[in-house]
């Protein structure tokens, strides 16, 4: 019997892709009012910034921190590396979060799980204070019963202990839950292995996958599972 429902967030609950997108763009129309940088010198520096922390810090929920990336941008251009960072990272994070909305169809699911009273759970790769505010932003903190980032566990998914972990604040078997995301390996090939079934939000059919084009037709998968 499915006794909980668990989500990626981002890509899945909202669309990351393109707030993320719209975002660096108003940072960069933010350094451009600040310190004169042109927009492709900008884009180079922020670039390098994100490819150079990733490197240096890999598979980790630090990897993914705008301040960082803020930070090692003022350093590729030579400016002094504190004196902006934080208000880059507020103009990110701003610009952000004052944006961000729910697909269509999720508010609907996490309705359709509480009525049929299965527990809803969010394993998540990044922070956990960006998610928190992500989460609180789009209105469906009290929906959400347990939540897991890859911060607080140690490692990024598809690492068997983000399921794990997930799990076991949900008090579910691997049998009795299901993962929903966007990411073939994080939220697919990674939760099945760990004993789940899984939903991908793909657009056509591909392989042994069960796919879902959105969250509108997940609600009648998951009455099929019950």
């Known amino acids: 019997m499915l006794k909980a429902v668990i ?12 707030l993320n997108q719209s975002s660096i763009n108003a940072l960069s129309l933010f350094m451009q009012e600040r310190l004169g940088i042109p927009k492709n010198l900008f ?18 929920a630090a990897s993914h ?3 960082l990336y803020c930070q090692k941008t ?12 934080l208000d880059m990272y507020e103009c990110y994070w701003g610009h952000f979060l004052g944006n961000i909305c729910l697909r269509d169809g999720a508010e609907e699911l996490l309705r359709h799980c509480k009525t049929n009273h299965m527990k809803v759970g969010v394993c998540t790769d990044l922070t956990s204070h960006i998610q928190h ?18 911060e607080e566990v140690g490692a990024e998914k ?22 929903i995301g966007d990411d073939l ?9 760990a004993g789940m079934k899984a939903i991908w ?8 996958y069960q796919t879902c084009p959105s969250l509108k037709e997940v609600k009648g998968y998951l009455n099929g599972c019950r």
């Open 133 to 150: 505010r992500k989460i609180r932003k789009l209105g469906i903190a009290n929906e959400i019963n347990a939540f897991v980032s890859s």
């Open 7 to 18: 989500f990626d967030l981002d890509d899945t609950l909202y669309d990351y892709q393109s």
């Open 65 to 67: 921190n705008r301040l």
């Open 185 to 193: 390996e994080k939220d697919v090939v990674g939760p099945e292995r």
């Open 43 to 60: 884009y180079e520096a922020f670039n390098w910034a994100r490819k150079e922390t990733k490197i240096r810090l890999g598979d980790t």
């Open 158 to 179: 598809p690492a068997e202990i983000m399921y794990q972990a997930i799990l076991k604040k949900l008090k579910a078997t691997p049998k009795e839950a299901i993962f």
């Open 201 to 208: 939000l793909h657009a056509e059919k591909s392989g042994p």
């Open 74 to 85: 003022l350093e590729y251009l030579q400016a002094p590396p504190l004196g902006l960072a």
